[in-house]
């Protein structure tokens, strides 16, 4: 039995289907914004207030291991009603809202731990969608890409665990945009169309890599032909890659570079 914490993106459905198809028992805590997963009898929605509750049930169900997967968005504090183990642990839950997502992330594993349940990594029953170090385009990086490449990796490795970079644009060695809280669809839509550079999407240094691994779909793709991006370099085994038959010849057929690291 395996414990989903799904929220909303198309991750969390995919997660769901690989669930399904190897028939492993599962049931779902439905943290989507809009409650998409109700029409499943063993979905359940309980508000991250309530600790006890969530547990309980976790352990009702002999669960000892749980994943998370989707974008669980940052609940409204001030709203929240919460049980008796909600009111214990939320002051730390709140604490590490006011550092960033990726500590509330930390804190929520924590108290999972705390309770005698496992985390594990969101691509545990799907790491096709993970990729190996090479080159997945018919177009590859040429040596001045690669210079742009080596310092934005140089970059990554100075970010602290709790900073929110997920990404960055690069073009001749200057950094042209930095992914903030809102997003690599936001980041790239501040830049000036066919502005040129590179997209590196990488994990924080120190990252849980369980949880909110960076994620590269179709999307990003025509955002990256949107803004005349040359390609996007990606970390081995530390990426989510969605679509990816359809990326790749997006990309071959727009000339973008599909590069691991």
Not at 91 to 120: C, F, M, Q, S, W
Not at 249 to 256: E, L, M
Request: hydrophobic share 40%; glycine share 6%.
């Amino acid at each position: 039995m395996i414990g989903l914490f799904l929220g909303d993106t198309e991750f969390s459905e995919i997660v769901l289907n690989k669930i399904k198809k190897i028939k492993k028992k599962y049931f779902i805590l439905d943290f989507s914004k809009t409650n998409k997963f109700k029409k499943y009898k063993n979905s359940y929605k309980i508000s991250i207030g309530k600790f006890g509750a969530i547990i309980n049930l976790i352990k009702a169900k002999k669960c000892k291991r749980v994943l998370f997967a989707g974008k669980i968005a940052k609940p409204n504090f001030s709203s929240l009603r919460l049980d008796f183990k909600g009111i214990y642990y939320m002051p730390g839950v709140i604490k590490a809202a006011n550092i960033g997502d990726a500590a509330i992330i930390k804190t929520i594993i924590k108290i999972l731990y705390n309770e005698g349940i496992k985390v594990i990594s969101s691509i545990y029953f799907n790491p096709e969608l993970s990729l190996k170090k090479g080159n997945y385009s018919k177009l590859k990086p040429n040596k001045q890409d690669y210079i742009s490449i080596k310092k934005g990796m140089t970059f990554f490795k100075k970010t602290k665990s709790l900073d929110h970079v997920q990404a960055l644009v690069i073009k001749n060695d200057k950094i042209l945009a930095k992914e903030g809280r809102e997003g690599t669809k936001i980041m790239l839509s501040k830049l000036r169309k066919k502005k040129g550079g590179i997209l590196i999407k990488f994990p924080k240094q120190k990252q849980d890599l369980r949880m909110d691994l960076p994620t590269i779909g179709l999307q990003t793709f025509k955002d990256i032909k949107k803004y005349g991006l040359k390609g996007v370099v990606m970390q081995s085994k530390k990426n989510i890659f969605l679509n990816k038959t359809k990326c790749i010849d997006f990309a071959n057929k727009n000339k973008i570079f599909i590069t691991v690291i």
